[in-house]
């Protein structure tokens, strides 16, 4: 796959919802799908050991991505769609494949419906780690809320540098969607994952850039559990495509 792709993470029970997002990204930035599970050893393996993955663990692997496939040609027939098993845990497998993507997705259980603990536990090994934005789509997320395509664009914004590509990749995507882009004015730490939440309700994704630990640190992973829209979080670098002047007209009206 030579040019840039959407990579996915897939625990045993694919995140449905995360895959068509992801597919449909793919799709409309012609951009490739690359569908990635880690293959967590057994408790008392270890890869120097010299001890093989059992084969029913891999076929397991191997099963999910293919009825993630099924999921992404269901949204995008002609999609072209990679598949890697790759042995590890999550957060390095996913560091590693972030490398050379566009995008790293995941579904809100993480990489499997093993609880909050692990989707925490995966957004903090990937927030502030990873050069591409990392989306976090939640498992209660409708594609047709109450504003459907009409749904805005919610950016917050804690007023530091770190924010700036976060309202580059919020102004380039309601432009490109031709929808409202609205912001949310982080101040004070104190529930401002409550606040984020809230003015993100029928929102079409909701963007968080990466700045101050306590902020991706805690805010993040609080915010991912309870959006009910995609969440983005953005690196505070420039991204390739997206119009600086724009973003930065958009920050001083908001």
């Not at 040609?73 to 072209?80: F, G, Q, T």
């Not at 927030?127 to 939640?138: A, F, K, M, R, S």
């Not at 914004?157 to 102004?171: I, L, M, N, V």
């Amino acid at each position: 796959m030579t040019r840039g792709v959407v990579v996915v993470g897939v625990g045993f029970v694919p995140d449905e919802r995360a895959v068509r997002w992801a597919a449909t990204e793919a799709r409309d930035g012609d951009l490739g799908l690359r569908l990635v599970h880690a293959l967590v050893l057994p408790v008392g393996h270890h890869p120097g050991w010299g001890l093989t993955v059992p084969p029913a663990l891999r076929g397991r692997g191997r099963d999910a991505l293919l009825a993630a496939t099924a999921i992404a040609r269901d949204v995008a027939p002609d999609l072209e769609i990679e598949t890697r098993v790759i042995r590890g845990s999550p957060v390095p497998v996913l560091r590693a494949q972030a490398r050379d993507a566009d995008l790293v997705v995941l579904g809100s259980d993480g990489l499997g419906r093993v609880g909050d603990r692990l989707l925490g536990g995966v957004v903090r090994g990937l927030t502030g780690h990873i050069d591409v934005p990392l989306v976090v789509v939640p498992v209660d997320y409708d594609p047709f809320g109450p504003h459907g395509d009409h749904a805005p664009v919610i950016v917050g914004d804690d007023g530091t540098p770190g924010c700036e590509g976060a309202w580059r990749y919020a102004a380039d995507r309601a432009q490109r969607r031709g929808v409202a882009l609205g912001a949310v004015r982080v101040v004070a730490e104190d529930h401002v994952d409550r606040a984020l939440v809230d003015r993100a309700r029928g929102a079409e994704v909701l963007v968080l850039g990466v700045d101050h630990a306590w902020f991706h640190h805690r805010i993040t992973p609080d915010v991912v559990r309870h959006a009910v829209c995609p969440v983005v979080v953005v690196p505070p670098i420039p991204l390739a495509g997206v119009g600086a002047e724009r973003a930065a007209t958009a920050r001083r009206e908001h």
